[in-house]
């Protein structure tokens, strides 16, 4: 038995913030909802103690808000919040990318395509799921070649805010993102051409702050 140790408490919190997190950004909890900590504790087989610790984490992100002694929801999809949130994500992808692209091998820039292809296919299914997942497997790999932690970090914290409404218009019948530009990008980083790449990313995230909008 000396292989099985308690599961940290951090582990744990962050289980519970995972897991509310994606139940918001996919709508399952939707805009309004009120949270409780007892009811979400049971169904995710926790205590409350790091449901707790997630909220207020959710709350600092913008995805839930609190009064105390009154409630904790789920906020509102606010279209300045999210045109603000893309232009911070993508000022951090365009940091990112200045970085990465001379550090890219072959075996990079064959996963982006690989994701892509899966986002493609992803889109033309109407899978929101699976292209926003494929979505991120191909930025993640520019983000993990750059290296940077703090535009990391940053990139982590506000694309939430951008998901929801991205999954709102998705099921709309909108587009999700352009798997040509992607191509566009993926090309400018086999090619090594860092401003083209900046270039196309600069697009990318501009149409996402456009996804407001309509709001």
């Known amino acids: 038995m000396d292989a099985i140790r308690p599961v940290r408490r951090t582990l744990l919190r962050e289980q519970a913030y995972e897991a509310i997190k994606d139940a918001i950004v996919a709508g399952e909890i939707e805009p309004g909802a009120v ?3 007892g009811e979400l504790a049971e169904r995710l087989g926790l205590s409350r103690a ?6 207020s984490r959710l709350v600092d992100e913008g995805l839930l808000e609190s009064k105390p002694q009154s409630y904790t929801r789920v906020t509102a999809v606010v279209a300045g919040e999210v045109r603000d949130a893309a232009a911070v994500v993508g000022a951090m992808h365009e940091l990112v990318v ?3 692209v001379p550090r890219l091998r072959g075996a ?3 996963a982006m395509r690989s994701a892509n292809a899966r986002f493609a296919h992803a889109v033309r299914a109407g899978d929101v799921d699976a292209a926003l997942r494929a979505d991120d497997e191909l930025h993640e790999v520019l983000v993990r070649a750059g290296g940077n932690g703090a535009a990391a970090a940053t990139i982590s914290r506000y694309t939430p805010l951008i998901r929801r409404l991205e999954r709102r218009r998705f099921g709309e019948g909108g587009n ?3 798997a040509g530009l992607h191509e566009q990008l993926i090309e400018a980083c086999a090619d090594g051409d860092v401003d083209e790449a900046v270039r196309v990313t600069a697009e990318i995230w501009r149409g996402l702050e456009g996804l407001a909008d309509g709001e």
């Open 98 to 100: 200045r970085v990465a």
């Open 35 to 37: 949270v409780r900590d």
């Open 108 to 110: 990079d820039v064959n």
């Open 176 to 178: 999700c993102r352009s």
């Open 50 to 55: 790091p449901v707790r610790e997630a909220f």
